[in-house]
């Protein structure tokens, strides 16, 4: 994999990227909550770009992985903000948005705010408005009260913390409310033995999407993280097939 390398942003923040040259459309891996470019999914993706020519950015978010930051600053519209930048300063004109867990909320956020450049999506357990359906009456009170949530965290052994700015800006950013301005093709995939994000989620976004090039595979067996050689192996026949 390429090496590290640091893109500054005008407040002095530095996100962590890599990037390979090649043919377009830019494959842009994001990656989900508390999750870097490091991942299975984002490696596997940037070394098939390698290996077949295509150009591809993988980030990490500030606060995490290599980037500078707090976690505990992060935001949907931060971090969107953040991915539009890179794609602006390092990319080609057209990009392939791909998106895992909330990467996929984010990648949807992003694509509204550079639709011109946007040439496919993919969505991998895509989870968009998480912090409406994610969130019991008690948490959300805490979170509304300014107190940040403990989640059990089954991926590690510490608890997966919620911060009362994250999920004040998720409120605002939610798209499932309304039709998705959104025409390029778009691919979601998602495993229906998932415990973090309801498959339903993947049919919820494609009746909203405004584009008519939807198609959402289901997996049976498929978990969350959908990182079995298999589950890569589906990720990249879907990336390479895209039109």
Not at 59 to 87: H, I, K, M, N, P
Not at 156 to 162: F, S, Y
């Amino acid at each position: 994999m390429e090496s590290t390398a640091f893109h500054p942003l005008p407040d002095g923040r530095r996100i962590a990227y890599r990037h390979a040259p090649g043919t377009g459309p830019a494959l842009v891996f994001l990656p989900g909550y508390m999750s870097d470019m490091a991942g299975g999914k984002a490696s596997a993706v940037f070394g098939w770009a390698v290996a077949n020519g295509r150009e591809c950015l993988v980030l990490d978010y500030s606060g995490c992985g290599e980037s500078e930051g707090q976690f505990a600053d992060g935001t949907l519209t931060r971090w969107r903000d953040e991915v539009v930048a890179l794609v602006a300063a390092l990319c080609g004109p057209d990009v392939v948005l791909i998106g895992s867990s909330m990467g996929g909320w984010l990648m949807l956020l992003a694509a509204l705010a550079m639709p011109q450049r946007v040439r496919g999506l993919v969505g991998i357990a895509a989870a968009p408005d998480f912090t409406d359906w994610g969130y019991d009456a008690d948490q959300k009170a805490a979170l509304t009260a300014g107190k940040t949530v403990f989640e059990d965290n089954p991926y590690g052994p510490d608890p997966t913390p919620i911060y009362p700015g994250f999920w004040t800006d998720g409120e605002a950013q939610q798209v499932l409310d309304a039709p998705i301005a959104l025409t390029c093709p778009v691919r979601l995939i998602h495993g229906q033995a998932d415990a973090d994000v309801p498959w339903q989620t993947a049919l919820r976004l494609a009746e909203m999407l405004r584009s008519a090039d939807v198609q959402v595979t289901l997996v049976k067996d498929g978990d969350h993280r959908l990182s079995r050689d298999q589950d890569i192996a589906l990720l990249l026949r879907t990336i390479e097939m895209l039109p």
